[in-house]
């Protein structure tokens, strides 16, 4: 290029080896100034670009680019301002020094007034901008996004209004909202379900991408909400919604990617296609989402691609297994025997559906957990169960599920609290996005007397997930387990506040009430809990701190006589409650002789930790397989 040939010191005759007649002859020329001016320029326009780009969509290369272009400008700039001036002529070549023209210097220094004033002119805009940008946008943002610190994020104020998010909401960040079922036939309804929530589970492998809990997100069907009040309660800046219709033998879906705080539509599209094309259109769908969100695969070490597609490409297979997720969800006799019936469908259509058997191992521990009595019948359930998960992991090694379901395993059946802590590890190393994942390991780790990681794992989980009842019922357990029953009372209000009849939740703000020797409260709050073995328990519990030990005697006798083949655990804790050692370290031995569930509490239980230093406690612990330290704090 022949500017850059351009010599201006042979041109004008100047004699470089006198360094202090060169640096004269730059400011003469007017280019340190000029210097001066180009590098404030060029960051006030960075400045602005940096605000207008992302406000028309630019993709991220462009702000690159232009930083990229006023590097390469820079010199050219400078030898410009070297070879020529600005004269009232207008621009010209500049004179040598000792030429007549170059002896009027009150041509020089005009020019350089004018410089001088341009400098300062833009150092003043830039201040602006600057001020503009710390106190004007920066608050106008937190404003619209910021929320709450995580306390205030669980306090449920007394209207019962669920609270605000409890972070600043990420620009990449979605939730898949229920996908309408226009065909308005309910026994489609698990289908357009289904399509969201694997829609959910795709996206949830992108890297650096918040992608909402089905649990969460579904909460919002058919909601009346705007965009943006959904957004702000979901902690989010983009919503996915669609409609699915099934029109004989084929499909059609409508996905729209839209703004969460104005409306705005940032990508839409219609897809008519074969019914049995569905798989290709979901990985469309995914794919759009992730493309319009500049969203990346995960690359964490350890992380596999996870899919609960039928190996085989069954229809007839996956169409099954969403029947039994459906049903699962129910958590009803019925709905898990009907689950149990699906999931056995589409292992047999394909019997390499690592998935189905997964979830079929699952299904069978919830029904002999929770409904089974008969001592055969669970007995076969147990078996049934063993049997599906080795085959899952035989058929995926891989399968986040797969290990999910092995971890449920030894968890409720085998009481084998350290290979469920390994499971639950392998779990969220392979799903590493995955809330459930955390919130599990969060509660294997709890039953290790690891409390203070499971209250991490418990808000990380929430982040995701953050109208879940039953993980604010955790963490409140987890922060009462730490000594903090204030923190503990606020997490599990927040849970009555999302579902006020949900079973347990008004006995675990009893639990808190009584830590915090608040007697009228813990009994106002067992009072509220539906009728059942928890409002029982719940009011024993609450009846041992009152001022009548009649009624509370008389409560923990009813107790024992209704509940002890099915509650020992909890008969072992409210000896524990009343300070009597010894009957407490009996009913714990009946605990382990009837396998009660409600062992893995131990290590977190303030009450039961009063025993802590009591050679029996360790040598129950080492019995059991538990640890015989933890980071619980005993009630006094």
């Keep these: 290029m022949h500017v850059l040939a351009y010599d201006p010191a042979a041109a004008e005759g100047i004699p ?55 590097v390469i400008l820079f010199p050219v700039a400078l030898i410009l301002a070297w070879a020529f001036e600005m004269t009232p002529e207008g621009v010209r070549r500049t004179e040598p020094a000792d030429s007549a023209h170059a002896r009027a210097t009150h041509v020089t220094r005009n020019v350089g007034r004018k410089l001088d004033g341009v400098i300062i002119a833009v150092l003043v805009l830039a201040v602006i901008l600057l001020l503009g940008n710390q106190f004007v946008w920066h608050a106008g943002e937190a404003t619209t996004h910021a929320a709450p610190s995580m306390k205030a994020a669980m306090k449920a104020p007394a209207s019962g209004a669920v609270p605000e998010p409890a972070v600043d ?3 990449k960040s979605v939730a898949v909202l229920p996908f309408a079922n226009e065909g308005g036939k309910a026994d489609q309804q698990f289908f357009s379900d289904g399509l969201s929530e694997d829609l959910i589970n795709a996206l949830s492998q992108f890297a650096g991408l918040k992608v909402i809990s089905r649990n969460s997100a579904f909460q919002f069907r058919d909601s009346h909400d705007s965009s943006k009040a959904i957004g702000e309660q979901l902690g989010v800046a983009h919503l996915l919604e669609g409609s699915v219709q099934r029109l004989g033998d084929k499909v059609r879906i409508t996905a729209t990617l839209v703004n969460a705080m104005d409306g705005s539509v940032l990508w839409s599209h219609r897809y008519d296609k074969p019914y049995t094309d569905l798989f290709a259109l979901q990985d469309a769908i995914t794919q759009a989402v992730a493309g319009a969100l500049q969203a990346k695969l995960l690359t964490a070490p350890g992380a596999v691609l996870q899919s609960d597609r039928p190996p085989g490409g069954s229809l007839e297979a996956y169409l099954a297994y969403r029947h039994g997720i459906a049903s699962f969800d129910l958590d009803t006799e019925v709905g898990i025997r009907q689950a149990i019936t699906e999931f056995g469908k589409a292992a047999h259509v394909d019997p390499r559906y690592a998935a189905a058997y997964a979830q079929l191992s699952m299904a069978w521990v919830g029904l002999s957990t929770q409904f089974l009595t008969d001592a055969h019948a669970v007995a076969q359930a147990h078996a049934k169960a063993r049997a599906a998960s080795a085959t899952a992991l035989t058929l995926d090694p891989d399968s986040a599920v797969a290990h999910q379901a092995r971890m449920m395993l030894l968890l409720n059946l085998d009481m084998n609290w350290r290979g469920a802590e390994v499971e639950a590890r392998r779990t969220l190393q392979l799903v590493p996005n995955d809330p459930g994942a955390k919130s599990s390991l969060g509660n294997a780790l709890a039953t290790l007397g690891q409390n203070r990681r499971a209250v991490e794992l418990a808000r990380q989980a929430l982040l995701a997930d953050p109208r879940n009842t039953n993980w604010y019922q955790w963490l409140s357990i987890y922060l009462d387990a730490l000594g903090q029953p204030d923190a503990g009372r606020e997490a599990i209000l927040t849970a009555i506040a999302l579902q006020p009849g949900a079973s347990a939740s008004h006995d675990q703000l009893a639990f808190t009430e009584v830590l915090r020797g608040d007697a009228a409260a813990a009994l106002t709050a067992a009072r509220q809990e539906p009728p059942g073995p928890w409002h029982d328990i719940a009011l024993a519990m609450a009846l041992q701190i009152g001022s009548d030990h009649k009624v509370a005697d008389a409560a923990l006798k009813n107790l024992i006589a209704k509940y002890a083949d099915g509650a020992p655990y909890q008969i072992a804790e ?39 230093h009591d050679p029996r406690f360790a040598a129950f612990c080492r019995k059991i397989g538990l640890p015989t330290a933890t980071d619980a704090v005993a009630m006094k």
């Design 169 to 171: 909401i990420p620009a």
């Design 16 to 70: 470089m080896a006198d360094g202090s007649g060169f640096f004269a002859e730059l400011q003469r020329r007017h280019v340190w100034r000029v210097a001066v001016a180009y590098a404030i320029v060029a960051w006030l326009l960075l400045q602005i670009a940096s605000i207008v780009l992302p406000t028309f969509d630019a993709p991220a290369w462009a702000m690159k680019v232009l930083v990229l272009l006023f």
């Design 574 to 612: 409210l000896y524990a409650l009343r300070r009597d050692p010894d009957a407490t370290f009996q009913w714990l031995d009946r605990a382990w002789s009837d396998h009660d569930p409600g062992l893995s509490m131990l290590l977190h239980d303030p009450f039961v930790l009063r025993f802590q």
